[in-house]
């Protein structure tokens, strides 16, 4: 039989536990689930704006903090999730679907305990973080803070779910179920907003509806008994402590990490809020753009997490490093011609925002410092410890990463601005800095092979 070239075999995957054509079907639905992420914020901004600035004013400060407990509940459920692909990948289904209902169960009980928190304490907290702002902002963050916080739990439950969907290699339900939450928050803002006239109430509502309905759904999928992960009942009373520690020894760390690092944009962001109109301007523009340049290599990130989970699971750590080098390879060849293409095309795309000169040459030199630091270091810094995390080893990769954004950054940014008057381009050469030593740092960890001495969850009894 002859072969296109193609379509040769190669032996190097002979007896491999993912297939390319497995790898495609888990990645490609994973960048159009980021991509999702990435623009809904962006709809829901422009629909609000209609309202007025008081109103954009107070949902974004609001959603600064729900951003942080997005990404707090994504870490503590991808961290959770581990622990159940290591049990796939020793073939311990049982245990696996066990795991999968106590992350479940506990991550429930947490959002709820942060949702009562949050409507008792709905004004203090805003005052707590944003200071003395504007009254009328004020009332309208209230509104949307608390209205959106009765969702927490939902929000808690689909992350949880899409990172068990996507740690079985499944990730086009939550792909579906992205699209599916998109398209019920923007008609219901539009609904909210431009037909009952309900202004930031509305938003917030469209939020919460948008959240309960892709967690409905979900749960309901999550409940197909031919899946290897599946959960049919969700009793309070079946709490497994052992299996908790267990979960929330990788979950907890996972979610600290993560959560530091975007309290470290936020202390980032006040330090941008003091430089000039246009300088502020072309920030937020470089923050909006860069951020298509990454999402290919975010998806590899989450595929590096299950891929390399059920390896560890199988005590395979031949086949953990063969895909952490594929997946990594690949990232870099996207990542490659993404970015080549958006500074082919910069001029353009940065005319659309219609910036001021001064303005536009910030925005053109912190587009080039980004696309040319991602090319090089953006997967090592990255991606690459995703492997130690699916692994076990979640307490070095957030250890040096908190120190790396405290000191570096942080310290870095501080050092360019005020002692070199560098300007706002101090916050992305501190950002280059920072991923720099996370590069170094993490390939000598991966080097070394010290994660690999981290025993599996399903070593365990």
């Known amino acids: 039989m002859r072969f296109k070239h193609s379509q040769i075999p190669d032996p190097s995957w002979d007896g491999k536990l993912f297939s390319k054509e497995q790898l495609r079907r888990l990645v490609i639905p994973l960048m ?62 049982q245990e696996a679907r066990h795991a999968a209902k106590q992350l479940l169960l506990i ?48 929000l808690a439950v689909f992350n949880v779910c899409a990172a068990l969907f996507r740690i079985m290699g499944n990730s086009a339900v939550p792909m579906v179920n992205a699209i599916v939450i998109n398209i019920v928050n923007i008609a219901a803002n539009i609904l909210f907003i431009f037909g009952f006239d309900m202004g930031v109430l509305g938003s917030a509502s469209a939020t919460s509806i948008a959240r309960i309905v892709g967690a409905v759904i979900i749960l309901i999928m999550l409940r197909n008994p031919k899946m290897i992960v599946y959960i049919r009942s969700y009793n309070f009373k079946e709490f497994d402590g052992v299996m908790i520690k267990r979960i929330l020894k990788l979950g907890i760390p996972n979610g600290l990490e993560s959560s530091i690092f975007q309290i470290g944009k936020i202390i980032m962001s006040s330090l941008v809020a003091t430089f000039t109109t246009s300088a502020i301007a072309a920030h937020a523009v470089g923050n909006s753009l860069t951020s298509v340049g990454i999402v290919p290599a975010q998806a590899m990130s989450l595929a590096i997490t299950t891929v390399v989970s059920q390896c560890v699971g199988a005590r395979d750590y031949e086949q953990a490093e063969f895909y952490t080098r594929y997946l990594i390879k690949k990232a870099y060849i996207y990542l490659w011609i993404l970015n080549i293409l958006m500074l082919l095309i910069l001029n353009p795309a940065l005319s659309l925002y219609g910036l001021s000169p001064e ?43 908190i120190f790396s954004m405290l000191v570096v950054r942080i310290g870095f940014s501080f050092i360019l601005v005020y002692v070199f008057n560098m300007g706002v381009v101090s916050v992305w050469w501190a950002m280059m800095a920072d991923w720099a030593v996370r590069s170094i740092f993490f390939t000598h960890h991966y080097k070394h092979k010290k994660w690999q001495r981290y025993a599996p969850a399903s070593d365990y009894n």
């Open 32 to 93: 159009v689930e980021q991509t999702l992420a990435m623009t809904v914020g962006l709809f829901d901004t422009l629909i609000v704006s209609s309202v007025g600035e008081t109103a954009v004013s107070a949902v974004s400060l609001v959603d600064s903090i729900n951003f942080l407990l997005i990404t707090l509940f994504a870490a503590l459920g991808a961290g959770g999730a581990i622990v159940v692909g290591q049990y796939i990948g020793a073939q311990k289904h």
């Open 107 to 154: 991550v429930t009980l947490l959002s709820i305990g942060m949702m009562i928190l949050f409507l008792t304490f709905n004004h203090a907290i805003l005052r707590f973080i944003f200071g003395n702002i504007d009254s009328a902002i004020m009332e309208n963050a209230q509104v949307y803070f608390f209205t959106t916080s009765l969702s927490l739990p939902f």
């Open 359 to 401: 303005g536009f040459s910030i925005a053109y030199e912190i587009m080039v410092i980004h696309g040319v630091g991602a090319m090089i270091m953006w997967p090592l810094s990255f991606s690459l410890p995703n492997t130690f995390r699916a692994s076990g080893d979640v307490v070095s990769p957030m250890i040096f990463s």
